[in-house]
C-alpha cells in the first residue's frame, strides 16, 4: 500500500504553543497536500508542497518536504482553540489525478 | 468559490436496500471522487472519475458502483446495502494537472454519514 502514515496519531496542547505534525510516504510523489477536518466535515485543502520544494508557508502554516527521507512536517504556530481538527496529509504518486490520505492527526487546543 | 453538495447529510438505510449517494460541483471539474471515511483508517478511495461516463475503480470498490452522466454529477450507488457499508462517505472534485505539474488541491462536500441497519 503507498499510504502514508502520520505522527503522532493525537496531540494535545495548550492554546499559543506550536503544532508539528509528521508525514512519511513510502513512493517518490509529484506533491504533498496537507488538508484539515473539523468534527464530522468534509476536508479543507490547507497547502501543497512540490516535490521540488522544500519548504512553504501560508500563514501561521509552515510545511516541509524532505523527499530523501520521504517525510514532511505541518507546523502550526501560535496556535488557536479554533485549529482544532484532524490533519491529513495526502500524496499523488503520479496518474489521473488520485492522492493517496494519511490516518491523519487529530490535534486538540486547550484554551 | 469552490462549492461541491452532497445530496444529504445523515442517511439511515435498512441491509439489502439500494442506495444512492449524490455529489455535485459546480466549478467544471472534469475529475470527481467518492471515498470512506473509517476511524483509524483514513480515507479510502472508492471510485474516480475523469471525465463524463468515464470511471475507474478505486482501492476498495467492491460493493459499490459509480455514474457520471452529466461533468456536474457524480453518484455512488450501494446496490445491496450491507452493514459493514456503515460509514462517512466524502466526495471531492479537482481540475486536472498536468504531466509537470501533477495533481492540484481537491475540493471536497461535507459528507453523508450513512448508518446501515
Known amino acids: 500500500s503507498q499510504q502514508g502514515e502520520e505522527d503522532p496519531q493525537a496531540l494535545s496542547i495548550q492554546e499559543g504553543e506550536n503544532a508539528t505534525m509528521n508525514c512519511s510516504y513510502k513512493?517518490?510523489?509529484?506533491?504533498l497536500q496537507w488538508y484539515r477536518q473539523n468534527s464530522g466535515r468534509g476536508l479543507v485543502h490547507l497547502i501543497l508542497?512540490?516535490?521540488?520544494?522544500r519548504e512553504k508557508h501560508s500563514g501561521r502554516l509552515r510545511v516541509t518536504l524532505d523527499t530523501s527521507k520521504k517525510s514532511s512536517s505541518l507546523l502550526i504556530t501560535a496556535s488557536r482553540a479554533a485549529d482544532t481538527a484532524s490533519y491529513f496529509c495526502a500524496t499523488d504518486h503520479g496518474g489521473a489525478q488520485k492522492l493517496v490520505f494519511g490516518q491523519g492527526t487529530r490535534l486538540t487546543i486547550n484554551p | 468559490d469552490v462549492k461541491v453538495t452532497q445530496s444529504s447529510r445523515y442517511l439511515v438505510k435498512r441491509t439489502g436496500e439500494k442506495v444512492f449517494l449524490e455529489c455535485v460541483q459546480d466549478m467544471d471539474h472534469e475529475n470527481m471522487f467518492w471515498y470512506r471515511q473509517d476511524p483509524g483508517l483514513g480515507l479510502r478511495l472508492i471510485y474516480f472519475s475523469y471525465d463524463v461516463k468515464m470511471k475507474e475503480k478505486g482501492d476498495i470498490p467492491e460493493g459499490y458502483s459509480v455514474s457520471r452522466e452529466k461533468k456536474e454529477r457524480f453518484s455512488l450507488i450501494l446496490e445491496s446495502a450491507s452493514t459493514n457499508q456503515t460509514s462517512m462517505y466524502l466526495c471531492?472534485?479537482?481540475?486536472?494537472?498536468?504531466?509537470?505539474?501533477?495533481?492540484?488541491?481537491?475540493?471536497f462536500g461535507p459528507g453523508t454519514r450513512l448508518t446501515v441497519t
Open positions: 471531492a472534485s479537482t481540475i486536472t494537472g498536468g504531466e509537470f505539474t501533477g495533481s492540484y488541491e481537491q475540493y
Open positions: 508542497i512540490r516535490s521540488n520544494e
Open positions: 513512493t517518490s510523489i509529484n506533491n
